[in-house]
């Protein structure tokens, strides 16, 4: 068995395991070694507590609301979001807190909800424009039904998701 090691900005060794196997196929294991996991955090403030579980706001605002000059150019935008949170440590509603989500989280749903759709769209498009006779119009709808009933399966497993997709809050 012979490897292949790779080192990373961020202090992360990850080594290519080659395992030769009979007929000359090669099965590749991959490893990641002393890799720190990226967070993401966000501060917020309780607004309520049941159980284990702290409803929390955030201010989540652009680039261009935090600009000196936002009152001349009309363009600021701010949006107050609502996050349930498993809590860390007891909470009070009013407290500061930081929300912490896994990066791999964050990538994970950008996949679910933005990439796949997207992939599905295009799929649905160029598998009906080369298969049947039909107008630009009805396979652009087909489309759109297409990636609403890929949405509609994703609200039906939202427990699931739910329980993968899980917010920590702790004290800031």
Known sequence: MSFLQIKFARACTCKIFF????????????????????????????????????????????ACA???????????????????????E????????????????AWKAVLLGYILPFLIMIAVIALLDLLT?????????TSLCAIAAYYLILRLFRNKLQKQFSFTARKA
């Open 19 to 62: 395992v030769p196997l009979p007929s000359d196929c090669v099965r590749i294991r991959f490893y990641k070694e002393n890799c720190m996991e990226e967070d993401i955090r966000h501060s917020g403030v309780v607004l309520s507590t049941d159980g284990l579980m702290a409803r929390i706001e955030i201010l989540q605002t652009s």
């Open 90 to 105: 007891p909470m009070q509603p009013g407290d500061k807190v930081e929300v912490v989500v896994r990066e791999r989280l």
């Open 133 to 141: 006779p039909w107008s630009e119009a009805i396979v652009g709808s």
């Open 66 to 88: 935090e600009c000196k000059a936002k009152s001349m150019c009309m363009s600021s935008e701010s949006q107050s979001k609502l996050i349930d949170a498993v809590m860390t």
